[in-house]
């Protein structure tokens, strides 16, 4: 499926919040909480409509999850929204013990994942969540890319039981993939074909991985694309062929380079078909000040430095 | 150490106009901030700075200083403009607030900027550190104080309330709490979100002494922090009762100006009120 990347630029809270009002109305058990986050997670729609069931537990996301879980114990389905950074850093000992070892049915969703509050700095990125989540047992975690497959995530998490940490962005995006797209849960989406090198992104990062694409067929590397939206379980049998029939495999990600969708692609690699990679990202470092784009630039987390690290990868073959 | 300066409340009140002219106007040229809580908490921390803390901003460092803990880091542009006003930078660096490679990130980085004892900004943080710093200062048998500011809503994270317990427990009276109580959070007012009251009672129940007061008052704040501690071997609390937005009317208690920008005209208005006010 390869997708042209038209000009408009979109908001996946947008899709976010509108899949989660048609959701709300076919299924009462659909509840939200939130942590003084009405705004910031766009759920002011969902609150107008189901009052009652938008729980706002003020500033405090430790209880935030823990109320969540006991909602799902009462036979709710909770979509637990907050900054992506709150959720994970200030609640993970929740999350991990009163949602993936617990085994309850909630769903947290951090919105403005990744570097996506810019300026308001370190405290506010949030680029250890796949490191810390991918750790937790028996937790799903995903990162859609566009307005479409963000719907389809969400629409998945809602009917799928099970603990789940959905990463969602504010970062303007556009459509990626096609009108006929069937988002699958641990499957990745090839969005371009290709037999010299694979880009491997999510999130944010899938755009630019299919902007680099088109500057190295420039140069007569064919790059293949996939967009790993779910980080695990992770696809190991589109990582295994991508290394065997491409031979290299680059990863980008708007997360740190330790223990993110690198790490998780690496494990595959090395276990299964070794073979070259390079893995962009924050590299282990707090970010400096500056605005979300600024900061991609920064670190390299552009077409360009994904079109550069595919060549460096290419020379050495 | 530096001697304290000596200044009445009208000096303190004048500096407090300026510096919110300052506040307003470095917010618009970075198109960032969060203008009602800076506003809330300009008279507190201009009190502290210029009157009451045992500080010297050519020697930021100095174990002998008192530690003030910004709990509510968002409210980084009040600090900023106190921290510059004060000496401990240029005053000419505020320009490059949030602006790539800034030491002056939204939220405040004691590693780049001279005076920030602890990076803040997600909420509930700066007490615990707070009742660290207190400990420490007994332990090491130290005269110096801590003070540390946070937001009402913020007491909504439970961190608050275990160091709340254990100063109490501790008794750490050279610990000093100041709780900018405007009454309004990030979406909403607080009471419609997650009532707090009664308030004084809570800290009263943890142990604590508590005093309210009129968080614009000058006198008041310089009578309440002379006083310090409200009572002694407990760990003093101030309820300052502040106005979000305070000194601009079409600000002042809306929910909407938590992080809004002001538009020009809307700076233009905002300025011409507190030029007006003496
Ligand atoms: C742990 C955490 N959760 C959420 C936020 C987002 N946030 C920033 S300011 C704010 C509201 C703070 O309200 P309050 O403490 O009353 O501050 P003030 O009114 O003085 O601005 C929120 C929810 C945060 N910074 N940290
Ligand atoms: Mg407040």
Redesign the interface.
């Known amino acids: 499926m390869n997708a042209t990347l038209d000009a408009k630029l979109y908001d996946c809270r947008d899709a976010f919040a509108e899949t989660l009002e048609r959701l709300g109305e076919q299924d009462e058990r659909i509840v939200v909480v939130v942590n ?5 997670s766009k759920v002011g729609g969902f609150k107008k409509k189901f009052p009652d069931r938008l729980i ?5 996301e ?2 935030m999850v823990g109320v969540g879980a006991g909602l799902a114990n009462a036979g709710f389905i909770p979509f637990v929204c907050a900054a992506a ?2 959720l994970t ?2 609640a993970l000992e929740q999350i991990k013990a009163d949602v993936a070892y617990s085994n309850t049915n909630v769903k947290l969703v951090g919105i403005s994942s990744g570097m996506a ?8 990125h949030s680029i250890e969540d796949f490191a810390w989540t991918r750790a937790i047992a028996n937790l799903t975690v995903i990162a859609p890319a566009d307005p479409t497959e963000t719907s389809q995530v969400i629409d998945m998490a809602a009917k799928t039981p099970g603990p789940m940490f959905l990463r969602l962005s504010r970062m303007g995006v556009p459509e990626v993939h096609d009108k006929g797209y069937n988002f699958e849960l641990g499957k990745a989406a090839t969005l371009r074909e290709g037999k010299d090198i694979t880009l491997i992104a999510n999130g944010v990062l899938v755009t630019k991985a299919l902007e680099a694409a088109s500057l190295l067929a420039k140069d007569g590397i064919d790059a293949r694309v996939l967009n790993m939206a779910t980080v695990k379980p992770i696809d190991k049998a589109a990582i295994i062929k991508a290394a065997r029939e491409t031979g290299a495999i680059v990863t980008a990600e708007e997360h740190s380079t330790h223990g993110g969708l690198g790490s998780a692609i690496a494990e595959v690699v090395v276990e299964n078909a070794p073979v070259q990679m390079r893995i962009l990202g924050v590299p282990g470092v707090f970010a ?4 979300a784009p ?1 900061l991609l630039e ?1 670190f390299g987390l552009t077409a360009q430095g994904i079109y550069e690290a595919a060549k460096s990868l290419k020379t050495h073959d | 150490m530096t001697v304290k300066p000596l200044i009445s409340a009208h000096d303190l009140a004048s500096r407090a106009k300026a510096q919110r002219k300052q506040n307003l106007e470095l917010i618009y040229n970075t198109g960032m901030g969060h203008i009602g809580g800076d506003m809330s908490a300009t008279d507190i921390l201009i009190t502290l700075y210029f009157a009451i803390l045992n500080i010297d901003p050519r020697k930021p460092n100095d174990p002998a200083r008192d530690r003030f803990i910004m709990s509510k880091g968002h409210c980084s542009g009040a600090l900023y403009s106190t921290l510059a006003n004060r000496g401990f930078f240029p005053v000419e660096d505020l320009k490059t607030y949030m602006q790539p490679l800034s030491k002056l990130n939204g939220h405040p980085d004691r590693n780049k900027i001279p005076g920030v004892e602890t990076n803040t900004g997600p909420l509930g943080h700066g007490l615990p550190v707070a009742v660290g710093t207190a400990i420490g200062a007994k332990l090491g048998k130290q005269s110096w104080r801590t003070y540390v500011l946070t937001g009402d809503g913020e007491l909504q994270e439970g961190s608050n309330w275990e160091a709340a317990m254990l100063a109490g427990h501790r008794g750490l009276d050279n610990l000093t709490v100041i709780i900018d109580r405007n009454r309004l959070q990030q979406g909403d007012w607080v009471e419609a979100t997650n009532n707090l009251e009664p308030l004084a009672d809570k800290w009263r129940a943890f142990g604590w002494s508590v005093s309210e007061i009129d968080g614009h008052d000058y006198d008041a704040l310089l009578e309440t922090f002379h006083s310090l501690p409200l009572e002694k071997g407990k760990p003093s609390c101030i309820v300052a009762h502040t106005h979000k937005g305070n000194g601009i009317s079409f600000m002042q208690d809306h929910p909407g100006w938590h992080h809004r920008v002001p538009t020009e005209a809307e700076l233009t208005e905002a300025l011409q009120e507190l030029g007006e006010k003496a």
Do not use: K, M
């Not at chain 1, 003084?36 to 910031?40: E, N, P």
């Not at chain 1, 706002?56 to 405090?60: E, K, L, P, S, Y």
């Not at chain 1, 400096?288 to 605005?291: A, D, Q, S």
């Open positions: 003084d986050s009405v705004g910031s706002n537990v003020g500033i405090a430790q209880n950074c709150f850093g200030r509050y810019g300026a308001l700095g370190p405290t506010h400096p000040t500056g605005e600024w920064h």
